[in-house]
């Protein structure tokens, strides 16, 4: 058993974190987390995370998957979300990079360990629709109870736990912004257990939930509008990144980032790039309204649009002269910008 969950890791890893202020170099860096590992794999007894129960329903995956026998020899990131926390859909691309990065032939396998916060969010039919809408391929597993998060007493969405290929526990990262850390935390641990023989290149069952459905002309549509001259609808099918600008009766006048051509991720900018497009018909050119493509702390606002860092924008609204109001969702706040 995991004695004192995550608690177990603190003094070692708190130690690391202190080292790695101080560390100059990627290098320095990587011998840090390098000793690091000597240090836990050299530990009497493994802080090993228990067995998922067998009775849990998975997703994007072929059948229930055993974190002993089916993923012994694999560096698993655990990661504990739920699917309304923003925070935990700001880290989903850091994981899409990961996984894009590293595959199970790599010896990394990402579990989501879905761990509701409210009722509703414990109904499969509800997680299917979040792993279609995020585009998430790696496995899910539906933790109604929460039984792993109250045995390695979890305290916050998200947190990721870093697993050794013997199901030892490395690594806790908790809340969002973490990426450089991820990155190097699982490249380390991935080189280390290679040289010491125990990391497996077996694929594990992959069967992506959204590969079962029937196709559909539109996927989440967000939004809808109707334009100026009252012929033409204006749909955000934010599932297909894509805008359509159709006639009233559905015909398809215009599709624009279609398979992220012209834009990437329209439509959910909230949780990935952070910006507001504007679309020109006539000139046929898209622009940024709003953001500079990373998420932006800032509280205050009043710069230019494109310069105006903003982060999870919901809405927008343009008031008078060109002042442009934007509602963002994790600042919890109005921003106010100057579009030229």
């Known amino acids: 058993m995991a004695a004192g969950g995550l608690a177990g890791l603190l003094p070692a890893q708190t130690q690391l974190e202190y080292a790695l202020l101080d560390a100059d170099t990627p290098q320095e860096?990587?011998?840090?987390?390098?000793?690091?590992?000597?240090?836990?794999?050299?530990?009497?007894?493994?802080?090993?995370?228990?067995?998922?129960?067998?009775?849990?329903?998975?997703?994007?995956?072929?059948?229930?998957?055993?974190?002993?026998?089916?993923?012994?020899?694999?560096?698993?990131?655990?990661?504990?979300?739920?699917?309304?926390?923003?925070?935990?859909?700001?880290?989903?691309?850091?994981?899409?990079?990961?996984?894009?990065?590293?595959?199970?032939?790599?010896?990394?396998?990402?579990?989501?360990?879905?761990?509701?916060?409210?009722?509703?969010?414990?109904?499969?039919?509800?997680?299917?629709s979040a792993i279609l809408r995020y585009n998430i391929v790696h496995p899910v597993v539906n933790d109604a109870?929460?039984?792993?998060?109250?045995?390695?007493?979890?305290?916050?969405?998200?947190?990721?736990?870093?697993?050794?290929?013997?199901?030892?526990?490395?690594?806790?990262?908790?809340?969002?912004?973490?990426?450089?850390?991820?990155?190097?935390?699982?490249?380390?641990?991935?080189?280390?257990?290679?040289?010491?023989?125990?990391?497996?290149?077996?694929?594990?069952?992959?069967?992506?939930?959204?590969?079962?459905?029937?196709?559909?002309?539109?996927?989440?549509?967000?939004?809808?509008t109707l334009d100026n001259s009252g012929e033409r609808l204006v749909i955000a099918d934010t599932g297909h990144h894509r805008i359509l600008v159709t006639q009233k009766n559905g015909e398809i006048l215009h599709t624009i980032g279609e398979e992220r051509r012209i834009i990437k991720n329209i439509g959910i900018e909230l949780v990935h790039r952070h910006l507001k497009m504007k679309i020109d018909l006539e000139l046929e050119m898209v622009t940024t309204v709003a953001g500079i493509g990373i998420q932006g702390v800032d509280k205050e606002g009043g710069a230019k649009g494109e310069e105006q860092p903003i982060s999870s924008p919901w809405d927008v609204v343009f008031g008078n002269s060109s002042n442009v109001s934007v509602e963002l969702l994790t600042s919890h706040v109005y921003t106010c910008m100057t579009v030229c």
């Not at 257990?193 to 590969?211: A, F, M, P, T, V």
Request: glycine letters at 8%.
């Open 29 to 128: 860096k990587e011998n840090l987390v390098y000793q690091y590992l000597k240090k836990m794999d050299s530990r009497d007894r493994d802080l090993t995370v228990p067995e998922l129960g067998g009775d849990l329903q998975w997703l994007n995956t072929e059948g229930p998957i055993s974190l002993h026998k089916d993923l012994c020899g694999k560096v698993v990131v655990l990661d504990f979300f739920t699917y309304c926390c923003i925070n935990c859909l700001h880290l989903l691309p850091d994981l899409h990079a990961l996984e894009h990065q590293y595959s199970d032939k790599d010896g990394l396998v990402i579990v989501g360990v879905h761990s509701a916060k409210f009722p509703n969010e414990k109904v499969l039919d509800n997680i299917k």
């Open 145 to 224: 109870e929460a039984t792993l998060w109250h045995e390695l007493e979890v305290s916050c969405w998200p947190t990721l736990v870093i697993l050794g290929p013997r199901g030892n526990m490395l690594f806790s990262l908790v809340g969002e912004g973490h990426r450089e850390k991820l990155f190097l935390f699982t490249s380390v641990t991935l080189k280390f257990y290679k040289e010491r023989g125990q990391i497996k290149d077996n694929s594990i069952g992959i069967k992506l939930y959204r590969d079962s459905l029937p196709p559909s002309p539109l996927l989440f549509p967000g939004k809808v």
